[in-house]
């Protein structure tokens, strides 16, 4: 059986690129909903609806577990999703609490989408870690059109990047939260804005040991035979080498950025 990867676009890749380099005899597919993206700035009902069609056809695939590689699509429809079925459903919060726990004493800017940013988890997840009120959220919904558009280095990145973090004293940060599976692609034009004192934080760590755990306690850990990735825009299976070539391109940056 196989694990899903659902994300809205192709920041989920980020959370599989990790998954990949955990879980080497597993079968993957990557389902990103390139026929809606961008969730984060849509109403909770567009995204719920979104999230429950593509629930669906990864139901139909045979899969073991789905991971919500999608901060937005957790904070709006995983509840729902894990009352209607009885699969491990691994979800993603922007980690804060890793923020925290590796500097209590500076600040830690949460970064995410709008929806993310506003949503009720994200009030419950401050009032559960942020006891000394450190912690301050930013949302960047720009940077998903960037990335669907593989744009991530040019002049108008770095400039709203500038334009967004101004109002920021960063010297006081420990960390920059990426709570957005998109954010990842960014990491060398935040690096040249951001002080050398702050470092990156992101889910994907914690996210890819919730899944093991969860393969483990129901003895559903593949543990031989050839990794596998199938790639889905949408439910529908991507097989034209262009469009393969393009999910390369991301997977190579993500190679590139993942150490920094
Ligand atoms: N990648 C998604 C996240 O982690 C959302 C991007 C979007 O569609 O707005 O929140």
Redesign the pocket.
């Known amino acids: 059986m196989k694990i899903a990867f659902f ?3 192709m ?2 890749l980020s959370v599989l690129h990790h998954a990949r380099k955990a879980l080497p005899h597993e079968s993957f597919i990557f389902y990103a909903d390139e026929t809606h ?5 849509k109403s909770r009902e567009d995204v719920e609806r979104f999230v429950a069609e593509a629930f669906e056809f990864l139901l139909a695939q045979d899969v073991k577990a789905i991971v919500v ?5 957790t904070s709006v429809a995983v509840p729902a999703m894990r009352a209607r079925y009885d699969l491990p459903i691994i979800g ?1 919060e922007p980690a804060a609490k890793k923020a925290l726990a590796l500097d209590p004493v500076h600040r830690v800017l949460v970064t ?2 709008p ?2 940013v506003a949503g009720e988890k994200m009030e419950h997840l401050i009032e559960r870690v942020d006891r000394e009120h450190l912690v301050d959220r930013l949302a960047l ?1 720009e940077l ?1 059109t960037f990335a669907e558009h593989m744009e991530f280095d040019s002049p108008a990145v770095e400039n709203y990047l500038r334009k967004e973090l101004a109002p920021y004293d960063l010297a006081t940060y420990s960390a920059l939260v990426l ?4 954010f990842n692609y960014f990491k060398p034009a935040f690096r040249k804005i951001l002080p050398r004192t702050m470092r990156f934080v992101d889910g994907n760590e914690g996210t890819v040991a919730q899944l093991i755990r969860k393969l483990k306690e129901r003895g559903e850990l593949a543990e031989e035979g050839e990794q596998t990735v199938e790639y889905f825009y949408s439910g529908e299976r991507v097989t034209d080498a262009e469009e393969l070539e393009r999910i390369a391109a991301y997977n190579r940056r993500l190679d590139e950025v993942y150490d920094l």
């Open positions: 994300d809205s676009g920041g989920g993206v961008p969730y984060g700035t590689a999608c901060n937005t699509a993603m995410a989408t929806i993310t919904p998903v709570g957005c599976t998109h």
